[in-house]
C-alpha cells in the first residue's frame, strides 16, 4: 500500500489530457485543493484528435478480455484500477455528463456520431472539474522537477516554482509532440532515480525500405500482416486486418499494430513484412489456380488475383512474377503459377525502415510498472508522488484501450 495521506491536501498535477484531468477531478471531489498544469492553451488537446475526432473512449466487454489485450505484466498493473474504474464506470460518467455512447461491432465504444464529439468529452471533464473546484491552469509548462526520494520539494514553472502536498504526473507520453507531449518527464524522473524504459514507436504507420508511392492511398484488406525474422526467416508476429499503402510506407490498423515488433526486429537487424491476402495454405490456393485454370481457359492471370488485390496492384504484382497482362492462367509454367500463388499467400512488402516515435498513437516506454502501486499509482520511494496515464510504461492496442488505461489509472491517482 502507498503512503496514507491526511487532511485536506494541496495537490498538484501536471498534464491536463485523459489521466490527468481525472486524477484532478476525483481528487478535487474527494475534497482536496488541487490545481491542474497544462502547457497547452486548452486541456485534453489529444482527446480531442483521439479516434479521428470521434473519441473511441474505451472498449466494452468483460475486464478481463479488455486486460487480456494488454502485455500480461501490463494486464496485471492495470486489473486493480480497471476494477475501480473500468469500462462501465466511464460510459456510465459520461452518459451522466450528458454524453451518451454507442458500441459499434468491433466493440470499440464512442460518443453518439455528431460534429465535434470528441470536444464534447472534454468539455464534460472541463464541467466536472470547475463543479468540484479544480484550478485550471493552462500554458503552464512545467519545466523541472525538485527534490529527491523521499519528497518532491516543489516544480519549477520557468521562474515561478510551485509547492503542495502531494504531486500527480500525467505529462503524457512522446509521440505527437505537437499536442503537447514531448516526454521530457522521462529524463526528470530517470534524474530522480527511477527506472524508466526509454520512449520506443508503438501504434505507428511502418515506413518501408522500398515504398511503392504509385500505391499511395490503396488499401489492402481482409489478409494479415505478418512481420518474419528476415526474407523467408521464421514468423516473430502477426496481425489480421486491413493495410493503407501511404507515399513511404504502410499505415491502417494491421501497420500500426505491428510497428512496436516491426522496429525492434529492424532494430536487431532482421525484419521483414509480408501480407497474407488468402490466410489457407499455399497448397489449397494452387489447387484453386489450377482447378479455375481448368475451368475458365480464358482467364488472364491479372484478372484472378483481382479477386484478392486491387486493381492498382494487380498488374504490378503480376509483373513482378514475371508475367504480363496477357497471360491466361491455364498457360501458366509451373514455377510462375508458384511465384504467383506466393503473391497472394505472402505479397513481400520488403523490410520496415526506422518507425517515426513521434507518428505513434502512443509512445511505449516510460516509468517502468515495477516502481508504482498498482493500487494508488504512488511511486515506489516517494512519500508526495503519484503518476498515471501514458507517462507509465503501459501501451495498449488501438481500440479504446489506452484511453480506458489513462482513466482507470488517472482514476485511482486522484482517489485520495
Ligand atoms: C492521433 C491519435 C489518436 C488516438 N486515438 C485514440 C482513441 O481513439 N482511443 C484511445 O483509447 N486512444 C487513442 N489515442 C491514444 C490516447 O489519446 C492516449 O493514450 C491518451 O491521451 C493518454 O492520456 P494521458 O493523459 O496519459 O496523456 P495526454 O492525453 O497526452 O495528456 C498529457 C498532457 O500533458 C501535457 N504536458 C506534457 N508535458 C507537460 C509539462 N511539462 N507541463 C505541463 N503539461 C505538460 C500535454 O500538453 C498533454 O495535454 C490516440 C492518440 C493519438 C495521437
Redesign the pocket.
Known amino acids: 500500500m502507498g503512503p496514507v495521506y491526511p487532511g485536506v491536501m494541496r495537490v498538484i498535477v501536471?498534464?491536463?489530457?485523459?489521466?490527468?484531468?481525472?486524477a484532478a477531478w476525483r481528487a478535487a471531489s474527494k475534497g482536496h485543493r488541487v490545481t491542474l498544469?497544462?502547457?497547452?492553451g486548452r486541456?485534453?488537446?489529444?482527446?480531442r484528435?483521439?479516434?479521428?475526432g470521434?473519441?473511441?473512449?474505451?472498449?466494452a466487454g468483460p475486464l478481463k478480455e479488455v486486460l487480456a489485450c494488454f502485455s500480461p505484466e501490463q494486464a496485471r498493473f492495470l486489473r486493480p484500477a480497471m476494477h475501480r474504474f473500468g469500462n462501465d464506470e466511464v460510459v456510465e460518467w459520461l452518459r451522466r455528463e450528458g454524453v451518451e455512447t454507442y458500441i459499434r461491432d468491433n466493440g470499440?465504444v464512442?460518443p453518439l456520431d455528431r460534429p465535434g464529439s470528441?470536444a464534447a468529452v472534454v468539455a464534460a471533464f472541463e464541467s466536472v472539474m470547475a463543479r468540484a473546484g479544480v484550478e485550471v491552469r493552462t500554458g503552464?509548462?512545467?519545466?523541472g522537477l525538485e527534490g529527491r526520494s523521499p519528497k518532491l520539494t516543489g516544480l519549477r514553472?520557468g521562474e515561478e516554482r510551485l509547492v503542495a502536498d502531494l504531486f500527480i504526473l500525467?505529462?503524457?507520453?512522446a509521440?505527437?509532440p505537437e499536442?503537447?507531449?514531448?516526454?521530457?518527464?522521462l529524463a526528470w524522473l530517470r534524474e530522480l532515480g527511477l527506472p524508466m524504459r526509454p520512449w520506443f514507436p508503438a501504434?505507428a504507420p511502418i515506413p518501408l525500405a522500398r515504398p511503392r508511392p504509385a500505391w499511395e492511398g490503396v488499401a489492402w484488406r481482409d489478409g494479415e500482416l505478418q512481420l518474419l525474422a528476415g526474407r523467408g526467416g521464421k514468423r516473430l508476429a502477426r496481425f489480421k486486418g486491413d493495410l493503407v499503402f501511404t507515399k513511404v510506407g504502410i499505415s491502417g490498423p494491421a501497420a500500426l499494430e505491428l510497428s512496436q515488433a516491426a522496429e525492434s526486429a529492424r532494430m536487431s537487424g532482421l525484419a521483414h513484412l509480408v501480407y497474407a491476402h488468402d490466410l489457407r495454405p499455399f497448397e489449397a490456393v494452387e489447387a484453386e489456380a489450377l482447378a479455375d485454370a481448368r475451368a475458365q481457359p480464358h482467364l488472364s492471370v491479372v484478372r484472378w488475383i483481382q479477386r484478392w488485390i486491387p486493381e492498382r496492384c494487380a498488374e504490378t504484382l503480376a509483373r513482378e512474377a514475371g508475367l504480363g497482362e496477357g497471360h491466361r492462367l491455364k498457360d501458366l509454367p509451373k514455377e510462375a503459377r508458384r511465384a504467383l500463388v506466393t503473391a497472394l499467400v505472402a505479397s513481400d512488402l520488403g523490410a520496415p525502415s526506422a518507425v517515426p516515435l513521434t507518428k505513434?498513437?502512443?509512445a511505449a516506454g516510460g516509468l517502468k510498472l515495477e516502481a508504482v502501486d498498482p493500487h494508488t499509482m504512488a511511486v515506489g520511494g516517494f512519500e508526495n508522488l503519484r503518476v498515471?496515464?501514458?507517462?507509465?510504461d503501459v501501451?495498449?492496442p488501438?481500440?479504446?484501450?489506452?484511453?480506458?488505461?489513462?482513466f482507470s489509472?488517472?482514476f485511482v491517482a486522484g482517489d485520495l
Not at 37 to 40: D, F, I, P, V
Not at 49 to 52: E, M, V
Not at 170 to 173: L, V
Open positions: 501536471v498534464g491536463g489530457g485523459a489521466a490527468g484531468m481525472v498544469l497544462e502547457a497547452n486541456l485534453g488537446v489529444k482527446l484528435i483521439s479516434g479521428g470521434k473519441c473511441n473512449v474505451t472498449h470499440r464512442f470528441a503552464a509548462r512545467v519545466t514553472l500525467a505529462t503524457g507520453g509521440s505527437f499536442t503537447g507531449t514531448r516526454g521530457e518527464m501504434l505513434g498513437e502512443v498515471c496515464g501514458e507517462l507509465l501501451d495498449g488501438v481500440g479504446g484501450y489506452n484511453l480506458q488505461a489513462a489509472t488517472g
